[in-house]
């Protein structure tokens, strides 16, 4: 038990290495171009804060192995997610689990793309594409305690399908592809807001509403993503409003979900308490309120106020992790 509680920690050190990497980018500089000797921050982050294995990229760029060398692992890495997920449907087959099994294979699609050194922009949505639906699947296999008309999951799955869609799509036709995913991003968002149980949620009090506040914000952003993605598809390549587009996702979206769910995650992972407090708003206020600053400064091309904003997400997550750490500490004391 205990070198398995040992693992675990170390599987978290490196993604909690990976995040400080990916929040040392300074900000405000966003690449969408091709392979290069560095990424763009919103890529790196992709990775570097969600999946720590991806960063050995960088590291192992500089120790002289090829760029190439991190993209195969992660390649690696999502190839086994696949298998991961295919394996829990066939203990248990649910539909949540043909959603990972899809948001899996998004990855390695996106990897691929990494590999093959395609721009960093091609790749992206691919990306985004796995993190949504796997979010968008641990949703829904936990909202089913509630009961839907019948024409919530047709609604869901046409969703889905249609983000697929849109990722192919924008091989051939970019901007059309990105048009199209992006009416799909704001449908699942719509989606969440009518049928996940955070709804309902939200009317609790201490850690149930915070964790439903910290989804219905998420699913704000992700709506504004959608239509983001909608309204400035022929500028998902590089610049302010694709800080935007990718931001609104990676930031307001994923970290929305990471904040929900840290406080249950930690303990089941680590074994150690996390209770909640109160202050744990305040991480989320300085989150959504910075990256407010940030998209608005990216839409009226104010490189100040964008990187104001930036660094408010920065000190937002690094809040985050001393609110979770004194949390900790003071249970166990």
């Not at 804060?49 to 192995?65: N, T």
């Not at 999502?78 to 539909?95: G, H």
């Not at 302010?240 to 979206?253: E, I, R």
């Not at 206020?285 to 990216?298: I, M, N, P, T, Y």
Request: charged share 10%; hydrophobic share 55%; proline share 5%.
């Amino acid at each position: 038990m205990l070198n398995r509680f040992k693992f675990r920690f170390l599987l978290l050190g490196l993604g909690a290495a990976s995040l400080l990497s990916g929040l040392c980018q300074p900000p405000g500089r966003v690449y969408g171009g091709g392979r290069g000797g560095l990424h763009g921050p919103p890529e790196h982050r992709i990775h570097g804060e969600l999946r720590w294995d991806l960063q050995w990229d960088r590291w192992l760029g500089d120790s002289g192995f090829p760029p190439e060398f991190g993209a195969a692992l992660a390649l690696v890495g999502s190839c086994l997610s696949i298998l991961v997920f295919v394996s829990l449907y066939r203990l248990a087959p649910a539909a949540h689990f043909i959603v990972m099994i899809l948001s899996a294979v998004l990855w390695a699609v996106g990897n691929t793309l990494w590999l093959a050194a395609q721009p960093f922009n091609v790749a992206a949505p691919w990306w985004i594409g796995f993190l949504v639906l796997m979010i968008a699947g641990e949703r829904l296999q936990l909202s089913r305690v509630m009961q839907r008309p019948a024409r919530a999951s047709w609604l869901f799955h046409t969703s889905v399908a249609v983000l697929l869609i849109g990722l192919v799509i924008s091989l051939p036709a970019f901007d059309a592809g990105i048009r199209v995913a992006g009416a799909a991003l704001l449908a699942l968002a719509l989606w969440l807001f009518r049928y996940d149980i955070a709804g309902r949620t939200v009317r609790e009090r201490g850690l149930t509403r915070y964790m439903a506040v910290c989804l219905l914000c998420g699913y704000f952003w992700l709506a504004a993503a959608g239509m983001l993605w909608i309204t400035f598809a022929d500028d998902f390549v590089a610049g302010p409003k694709y800080d935007a587009m990718l931001h609104a996702v990676f930031v307001g979206f994923v970290f929305s979900m990471i904040f929900a769910h840290a406080p249950v995650i930690f303990p089941s992972v680590t074994g150690l308490a996390l209770p909640f407090r109160r202050s744990f708003y305040l991480h989320l206020v300085l989150l959504h309120g910075s990256l407010l600053l940030r998209v608005g400064g990216d839409l009226a091309l104010s490189t100040a106020v964008q990187q104001w904003g930036g660094v408010g997400n920065i000190a937002a997550v690094l809040l985050f992790l001393f609110n979770n750490l004194r949390s900790v500490m003071t249970a166990r004391s």
